[in-house]
């Protein structure tokens, strides 16, 4: 959501893309240099993509060999990283670990036991997701028994996203002692890479009822947004979203099946319980949907796309993106 950029670029020095699209858009509207790093880099784009960066960081060697010569003939110093697998993960969703065996994401540590190649200036390690200090420590723990052995020759190491550091309870006095620690070990400047930080529990998506339907004794409420199309998350997690004012079914209360507007069988939440009987034009409210909901969105059916809106302080609305059939269209051909 960049037009929230200004504010971000108050607490945050840089930014960090995973493709040519996102590092033109560190560039040109967090106006910085971004640290990029993607799973594969295009020859046609290669160029373009040095452009906006600071730093770039290969996921392979063979990538690394392949670009290495063009980084290097460079008009502006770029510093090159090596994506690195600490193999050790506590994240219990197989759909956002990348440290599990046989990942794609990053080198393992038997690939560069006898060292890196010249020119690798940092390593990059990204396997936390939305963990706390804690976590980060003990994967600490596991990168440096892997990979200490390189750390002389290197400038920088990034520890990529994943930490949660905006939410309730975490302990960022732990964390500084533990980066503070980390330095003072070993001579190397540290780079985090928050993302979901940023966003977490920022905005809702605000729906309307639309129509209820029943089924074998099954409410469902339709409402005018969909989970696979605007909460893709939800199903593919899958986690189930928090309500404002709802719960979990509770026999004897209101239940109601939460119903998306898209065609697709499947694109709906299993019952939610209401005080009041719910009916057509009732708002539902679905809780902390910024992060990695409105980036996943797809336009899938063709269905009305939520607008975007920046809710202010003083209570004004600014609508700053709304979406129509123009975007619809000018998505396929
Ligand atoms: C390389 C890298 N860095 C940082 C992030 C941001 O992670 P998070 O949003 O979990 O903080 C991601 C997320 O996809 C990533 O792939």
Redesign the pocket.
């Known amino acids: 959501m960049w037009s929230a950029f200004p504010i971000v670029r108050e607490y945050l020095k840089g930014a960090?893309a995973?493709s040519l699209a996102e590092a033109r858009l560190c560039y040109e509207e967090m106006k910085t240099y971004s640290h990029t790093?993607a799973a594969v880099y295009f020859p046609d784009e290669f160029e373009e993509i040095m452009s906006y960066s600071s730093h770039i960081?290969f996921n392979s060697l063979n990538q690394y060999e392949q670009y290495k010569e063009q980084v290097q003939g460079a008009a502006r110093k770029i510093s090159c990283g090596l994506?690195v697998n600490p193999e050790y993960s506590e994240i219990e969703t197989e759909l956002?670990n990348?440290a599990a065996p046989g990942s794609r994401l990053g080198v393992a540590a038997s690939q560069v036991k006898d060292g890196l190649p010249e020119g690798i200036e940092g390593l990059?390690f990204?396997s936390?997701?939305?963990s706390d200090s804690y976590t980060l420590e003990r994967t600490l723990e596991a990168f440096t028994e892997r990979y200490a052995h390189l750390f002389p020759q290197l400038k920088w190491i990034?520890m990529?996203?994943?930490?949660?550091m905006t939410k309730e309870g975490y302990k960022t006095d732990h964390l500084i002692e533990l980066l503070k620690d980390f330095r003072q070990k070993h001579d190397v400047e540290v780079i985090l890479?928050?993302?979901?930080?940023?966003?977490w529990e920022t905005g809702f998506l605000a729906a309307t009822v639309m129509d209820v339907v029943e089924n074998h004794g099954i409410k469902t409420l339709m409402i005018d947004v969909s989970f696979t199309a605007h909460m893709p998350d939800t199903l593919e997690m899958p986690y189930r979203p928090v309500i404002r004012g709802a719960g979990d079914q509770i026999p004897g209360k209101y239940n109601y099946r939460i119903g998306g507007t898209s065609c697709l069988a499947g694109d709906f939440m299993r019952e939610y319980s209401f005080d009041e009987p719910m009916k057509i034009n009732d708002r539902i409210i679905l809780e902390d949907m910024i992060?990695?909901t409105m980036v996943k969105t797809s336009m899938f059916n063709g269905v009305k796309h939520p607008s975007i809106a920046i809710l202010r302080s003083d209570g004004r609305l600014d609508v700053v993106r709304e979406f129509g059939y123009e975007d619809f269209k000018g998505r396929l051909s």
Do not use: F, K, Q, V
């Not at 890479?193 to 966003?199: N, R």
């Open positions: 960090t995973s790093y960081t994506r956002y990348p990059h990204h936390l997701c939305e990034n990529g996203g994943g930490h949660l890479e928050p993302g979901s930080a940023i966003a992060h990695y």
